[in-house]
C-alpha cells in the first residue's frame, strides 16, 4: 500500500508542486510560571464513563500544581453540581 502511495505521489504534479508547512516557526521558549503559595493553581478533570468493574462510574481527579498532590473522587454521574462542591470541599 505504502508503494501504492509513494508512486502515485511521484507521478502527480499537484502533489510535487504544493507542499504546505503546517507548523508555525519556533521561537525563544519561556518557562511557565511557577505558583507562589499551596493551592494558588489546581487542575480539576472530570473522567466519565469508566467500566462497570465497581459502583462508581466517574472520578474527579484534582491537582495541586505546586506540590503536585492528586485527590481522586469516585462518585456517579448522578449526582448534582451541589453536591460535587461538598465532595470537593470535604476531600480537599
Excluded at 504534479?13 to 503546517?22: A, D, E, G, S
Excluded at 505558583?35 to 472530570?46: C, E, G, L
Aim: glycine residues 2%.
Amino acid at each position: 500500500m505504502s508503494r501504492y502511495v509513494d508512486q502515485y505521489i511521484s507521478i502527480y504534479n499537484f502533489c510535487l508542486q504544493i507542499k504546505p508547512i503546517y507548523q508555525l516557526l519556533l521561537g525563544e521558549l519561556t518557562p511557565l510560571a511557577v505558583p507562589n503559595t499551596r493551592w494558588n493553581t489546581i487542575s480539576v478533570d472530570f473522567v466519565i464513563e469508566l467500566l462497570e468493574l465497581s459502583e462508581f462510574d466517574m472520578v474527579i481527579t484534582v491537582i495541586n500544581s505546586m506540590s503536585k498532590r492528586m485527590y481522586f473522587i469516585l462518585i456517579h454521574t448522578t449526582v448534582t453540581i451541589e453536591s460535587i462542591t461538598k465532595l470537593f470541599l470535604y476531600y480537599v
